[in-house]
């Protein structure tokens, strides 16, 4: 390697530099290129020009040459000694003296790529936008947070957390910096958003910095609402993945100046280095979206769990229910507990009731959805003037059917081909088309059927038949609505796009359960819960919530008594039992059978780690980019929660390895992976 490559530091003894400046004290520059590849995931030597001495600072991003042609990279230190005892090439130049990686970020994406066997390019891609040069010429001093909204503050009260037991003991920690963590469930009805937004401008207007991520833009925007009924709108900084690259740089170059205290954004805003971070809240972190589908596929509960550790800053979960990850903190000791005292629950609660009563009169067939119970409840609450939540686990029509009696799929008696309704027509064959009036079972004679899955559609059009003349609306898939007006109106919705309404609804449905509890997946009894306690907190404390299932089944049982902590912690016993995450640590290793074996001889586990598989990715799982599903299979790698980081490292090596080698075909490492079948 020439002198005008860059040399990579050794280990060996370490040699002092003369210096290339009268004024240079440190004249070599470690630089971590942005490559994204694991054999390259470290640092190297370069050679500070005088010129940019001053610029070259820690966190900068640089040009550098690297193996014949220019890279970008970022500065991570500075030092008078190299180890590498050839000659170092200079820095090409600065791109900007920007320090847009400071030392707290620096810290938390070495932490994480050993933990996800991950590349610290890839992380910094999602924690650093973009540069835009525009935005750096027309910056001046940043102002002070306080300077951004009116000079006299409105005081915002906080006397409603005193309802939930340990509550005012964990505002006062927080307000005086101690870095006190919770998980928060809200009585139904109570505004979970409303009261984040309360605590995080308290901490602001204290002289902290608040960090509020949570899953989704729509949430985002609802949150912003309720800060801006308490400070103006420069004093919010939003960071989602709908902005353009100059504000997202903006608003992060805010961030790095510390004029912005009041951050709150979607899953990437969790590597946001506020300066003096005192509170950092993630609401609902069981929900998918907070995982980056992108390697090292991090969750951003990881992110802020990691930054409370390292920041020493306050850490809230709020959500409707609990994880089995935030119950394992829990149990651990690492955070407390916030539930409603039994005063505020018993005021709070709406009438829960568990049918599994699929009966219905004879001479009325307009209301074969809802059980009798659910019927009754859904008409008085439209007669008092209020409307109805309708939640199905999914959107469109209904896809199949089943014999009412034995379960058994309803069949074309021609092909063989599944049987479904569309609109009022007869049952007829999705492969072959044919119209089957009078389907008997094959199994049990029985000529009843039902569909395995209604669809919000489907059981819209069915509910507008029933309650006519209300209007009834749907809220699902891309459609999604926010809000509804008060009044008598029927509204269905699938799991997460349920509307708020003011007052709450009378009454909450929640069918098909059986279809949420019945999936082939870890976490489908603890998505089942959180989905029906999420609609169930819409209800008003007068209303009321059926669900259409049996009261003996756990989790229902649960529900009904909105026993949140107990759920958990039944959920994260059966986990333990079995060794799966989060009692321990899981990685999922996806490509070909081949590419497989060759990753694993390259793999030297820890001991104590389990292999598990290979087997087919579990169901709506996507492939690895550029495969089929049929030709890609996942293995498991098990090990103990205590040796997560050696797993880590073993990833990260023997994709460094497989790398070298030039291996071509593709593998895909997750660590934790949200769907582990």
């Known amino acids: 390697m020439g002198a005008a490559e860059p040399r990579r530091r050794a280990q060996g003894r370490r040699r002092s530099l003369a210096l290339t400046g009268p004024q240079q004290t440190e ?82 994406v070495d932490s994480l790529a050993e933990l996800y066997g991950g590349v610290r390019s890839d992380i910094i891609r999602s924690a650093v936008p973009g540069r835009h040069a525009r935005v750096e010429k027309g910056r001046g001093e940043a102002p002070a947070w306080r300077e951004l909204g009116p000079l006299e503050l409105s005081d915002v009260p906080l006397d409603n ?50 960090l509020i991520v949570l899953p989704d833009q729509r949430r985002v925007d609802a949150l912003e609402a309720e800060l801006r009924t308490m400070v103006s709108a420069r004093q919010i900084t939003v960071l989602t993945a709908d ?22 954004g979607t899953r990437s805003a969790a590597y946001a280095p506020v300066q003096d971070l005192r509170l950092a809240v993630l609401v609902d972190d069981a929900d998918d979206n907070l995982a980056d589908p992108r390697a090292p596929y991090i969750h951003a509960r990881d992110i802020l769990t990691a930054r409370s550790a390292f920041e020493h800053c306050a850490l809230l979960f709020a959500s409707w229910s609990r994880s089995a990850e935030v119950q394992q903190l829990v149990a651990r000791g690492w955070a407390a507990t916030l539930v409603p005292t039994p005063e505020h629950l018993a005021e709070q609660m709406p009438t829960m009731t568990a049918s599994a009563d699929t009966s219905v009169d004879a001479e009325d067939t307009s209301r074969t959805r809802l059980p009798a119970v659910a019927f009754r409840a859904a008409r008085q609450a439209l007669r008092d003037g209020t409307p109805v ?41 999705r492969w072959c088309g044919r119209v089957e009036p009078r389907h008997r079972c094959q199994t049990c004679g029985s000529m009843k059927i039902r569909a395995v899955v209604t669809g919000s559609d489907r059981t819209a059009e069915e509910l507008g038949r029933t309650f006519a003349p209300h209007p009834v609306r749907s809220s699902s898939g891309e459609k999604i609505l926010d809000r509804i007006e008060p009044g008598a109106r029927v509204v269905v919705a699938t799991p997460g796009a349920e509307p708020d309404v003011d007052g709450g609804y009378g009454a909450v449905l929640l069918l098909d359960t059986w279809a949420m509890l019945g999936r082939q997946d870890l976490r489908a009894t603890e998505d089942a819960l959180a989905a029906w306690a999420s609609a169930a907190a819409k209800a008003s404390g007068s209303g009321s919530v059926v669900i259409d299932a049996d009261a003996a089944i756990p989790t229902v049982r649960s529900f009904i008594h909105w026993d949140i902590v107990g759920a958990a912690e039944t959920e994260l016993a059966e986990r333990g039992a079995v060794r799966f995450p989060p009692v321990a640590q899981m990685a999922a290793i996806d490509g070909t059978p081949d590419a497989i074996s ?29 495969m089929e599903a049929p030709e890609v299979r996942r293995l498991l790698v098990r090990v103990p929660r205590n040796e997560a980081r050696e797993l880590g490292k073993a990833l990260r090596a023997a994709a460094a390895t497989r790398a070298m080698a030039r291996e071509e075909r593709p593998v895909r490492i997750m660590v934790d992976p949200v769907r582990v079948g």
């Open 27 to 108: 004249p070599v520059a470690r630089v971590l290129p942005l490559l994204g590849l694991p054999q390259l995931d470290k640092t190297f030597d370069y050679l500070v020009p005088e010129k940019m001495d001053a610029d070259a600072q820690p966190g900068v991003r640089v040009r550098i040459r690297f193996a014949g042609r220019l890279v970008d990279g970022i500065v991570i230190a500075r030092s008078a000694e190299t180890d590498h005892p050839g000659n170092l090439a200079y820095l090409k130049s600065v791109i900007s003296p920007e320090v847009v990686y400071p030392p707290q970020l620096g810290v938390l």
């Open 161 to 210: 957390w005193s309802t939930y037991a340990w509550g005012e003991s964990f505002v006062a920690a927080v307000r005086s910096g101690a870095p006190a963590r919770a998980a928060w469930h809200p009585a139904p009805g109570d505004p979970m958003l409303r009261r984040i937004a309360e605590l995080a401008v308290n901490v602001a207007r204290d002289g902290g910095g608040a």
């Open 243 to 264: 902005l353009g690259p100059e504000s997202r740089y903006r608003r992060y170059l805010d961030v790095i100046h510390g004029s912005a205290k009041l951050v709150i």
């Open 389 to 429: 939540l309708v939640q199905v686990p999914r959107k469109g029509y209904q896809p199949s059917l089943s014999c009412r009696e034995c379960g058994t799929p309803a069949r074309c008696r021609a092909c063989n081909g599944p049987l479904e309704i569309r609109s009022d027509e007869a049952p007829s064959c």
């Open 598 to 626: 060759r990753f694993t001889e390259e793999l030297e586990l820890p001991a104590g780690a389990d292999v598990l598989g290979p087997v087919e990715l579990p169901q709506g799982v996507r492939p690895p980019a550029g």
